[in-house]
Nanobody, 124 residues
Framework: VQLQASGGGLVQAGDSLRLSCARS????????MGWFRQAPGKEREFVAA???????HYTDFVKGRSTISRDNAKNTVYLQMNSLKPEDTAVYYC???????????????????WGQGTLVTVSS
């Protein structure tokens, strides 16, 4: 499975961005897709995930500000982020896994495939 993330950039606080992650290689719709982020000097942390059945899961710091969605026909997952804050600045990575269980979603080591990351910078 190959993942290609895009959509990052430099924005101001309060702005919105939509990240995309295109999946190729194994295009089964049963994959769970997710987003993580890693700020400088910090560990990679879970942001959101969407499972094969459409159920969505978010970490607390983006809940209410972000929406994860998927287009199975395009094998693409999106992360719409609104009301961005300077603390949202990080490299955002998409991830995929065909068998990850619900309780393991926040654990980066549980995900089998990763994209290259896209940088989001939010200025104050």
């Amino acid at each position: 499975v190959q993942l290609q993330a895009s959509g990052g950039g430099l924005v101001q606080a309060g702005d919105s961005l939509r990240l995309s992650c295109a999946r190729s290689g194994h295009t089964s719709s049963t994959y769970t897709m997710g987003w993580f982020r890693q700020a400088p000097g910090k560990e990679r942390e879970f942001v959101a995930a969407i499972r094969w059945n459409g159920s969505r899961h978010y970490t607390d710091f983006v809940k209410g500000r972000s929406t994860i969605s998927r287009d199975n026909a395009k094998n693409t997952v999106y992360l719409q982020m609104n009301s961005l804050k300077p603390e949202d600045t990080a490299v955002y990575y998409c991830a995929a896994d065909p068998r990850i269980i619900l309780s393991s979603l926040p654990n980066s080591r549980s995900w089998g495939s990763w994209g290259q990351g896209t940088l989001v910078t939010v200025s104050s």
